[in-house]
């Protein structure tokens, strides 16, 4: 059974920094790929990035290059994103998910997701 626990999320200011951490099991972890994606109220889910498990390749969408970073743990099998200088712009829920093969961008194309946690950045 694969299972996706996020942890991390919170109110902070605006240029401030937080952690987010996606720890997941039941994945054959070399063969999957796992994507942070967010949701603003009223808008769609959008893809941040994505990280290959075995290679640790990393891609950014560009509305988040330079401010956030994915990386992996593992040992620990735990995806990270972290978020620096974040706006107000930023807050939504943010979702990891996995997929087998390489990450892509669409929503649709990740069958595991995990239950989202809310980040609040006020200005």
């Known amino acids: 059974q694969v299972q996706l626990v996020e942890s991390g999320g919170g109110s902070v200011q605006a240029g401030g920094s937080l952690r987010l951490s996606c720890a997941a099991s039941?994945?054959?972890?070399?063969?999957?790929?796992m994507g942070w994606f967010r949701q603003a109220p009223g808008k769609e889910r959008e893809f941040l990035g994505g990280i290959s498990w075995g290679t640790g390749t990393t891609y950014y969408v560009d509305s988040v290059k330079g401010r956030f970073t994915i990386s992996r743990d593992r040992s620990k099998n735990t995806v990270y994103l972290q978020m620096n200088s974040l706006k107000p712009e930023d807050t939504a829920v943010y979702y990891c998910?996995?997929?087998?093969?390489?990450?892509?961008?669409?929503?649709?194309?990740?069958?595991?997701w995990g239950q989202g946690t809310q980040v609040t950045v006020s200005s």
């Open positions: 039941g994945l054959t972890f070399s063969t999957y790929a």
């Open positions: 998910a996995a997929k087998w093969g390489v990450y892509t961008d669409s929503r649709t194309d990740y069958k595991y």
